[in-house]
């Protein structure tokens, strides 16, 4: 399972195209694996929640030319990578991680584009999201 930031600007569009774009190459990342898609915190409004979707990774490779400008206008030569996901779920009830992990979630809180999750909480958060959301990750 990983956790993919992005900010307010972006959110809406690695959302509807279900992409998300970083510089450092992604390693030992599989096929199917959970992303949680996290708002950056200084983006979101006084009572929103950061994580609001979950989507499924699809691929990974060199972004293209004019690629990352035709997703995040502005960004042309900011990323090098291109990740695609699919089964993008919205979040009935979005969460921040420290609901689901208490005091362990202060190790993402430096997180600046992606991370995988530590397998231990993983496991808390696909408890956390079985019993909140049952549908989800099914």
């Known amino acids: 399972m990983f956790l993919f930031k992005t900010s307010g600007t972006t959110l809406a569009s690695v959302v509807k195209n279900q992409r998300?774009?970083?510089n450092g190459q992604p390693r030992d990342w599989h096929i199917g694996e959970i992303v949680?898609?996290?708002?950056?915190?200084?983006?979101?409004?006084?009572?929103?929640?950061q994580i609001q979707y979950v989507m499924a990774l699809d691929s990974i490779r060199p972004i293209e030319?004019?690629?990352?400008?035709?997703?995040?206008p502005g960004t042309e030569g900011r990323w090098r990578y291109l990740?695609?996901?699919r089964c993008t779920q919205r979040?009935?009830?979005?969460f921040n991680l420290q609901e689901a992990l208490g005091i362990s979630a202060k190790e993402y809180s430096a997180v600046m584009t992606f991370k995988r999750l530590d397998p231990e909480h993983?496991?808390?958060?696909?408890a956390f999201l079985k019993h909140r959301e049952p549908e989800l990750l099914s």
């Open 20 to 22: 998300h774009a970083f």
């Open 122 to 126: 993983e496991a808390q958060l696909r």
């Open 91 to 94: 979040i009935n009830h979005p």
């Open 36 to 49: 949680l898609v996290s708002k950056n915190r200084a983006d979101c409004d006084k009572n929103e929640r």
């Open 83 to 85: 990740v695609e996901c």
């Open 65 to 72: 030319p004019g690629e990352s400008e035709r997703y995040w």
